[in-house]
């Protein structure tokens, strides 16, 4: 229904800035919920960032990134994005991009992953 490609990802030092791409196969425009997810080395998979088409467009953001990353879609160009600022150590992990909807048929939907190390 949906596949996912990221890129974007690689070295970054600390606070350095990455922008992360998702680019769909199909049109993203109205795929109800668009987000970014990450897992860390020993940890388990969580949410960063999500873009719903409701009201105009509504995000939402994990605590630990509020105000330094920014999820966008532009639909022209089938890709979601995730702009990353200040970013630390402790951002690093590999980030995944998913698609869920019912326009998709209440799948879920995910792509390869993409590594992030923010190290000096």
């Known amino acids: 229904q949906v596949q996912l490609v990221e890129s974007g990802g690689g070295l970054v030092q600390p606070g350095g800035s990455l922008r992360l791409s998702c680019a769909a196969s199909r049109s993203i425009f109205s795929i109800y919920v668009m987000g970014w997810y990450r897992q860390a080395p020993g940890k388990q998979r969580e949410l960063v960032a999500t873009?719903?088409?409701?009201?105009?467009?509504?995000?939402n953001y994990a605590d630990s990134v509020k105000g330094r990353f920014t999820i966008s879609r532009d639909s022209a160009k089938n890709t979601v994005y995730l702009q990353m600022n200040n970013l630390e150590p402790e951002q690093t992990a590999v980030y995944s991009c998913n698609a869920r909807g019912a326009i998709l048929g209440g799948g879920a939907y995910w792509g390869q992953g993409t590594q992030v190390t923010v190290s000096s």
């Open positions: 873009h719903t088409i409701t009201r105009n467009g509504v995000t």
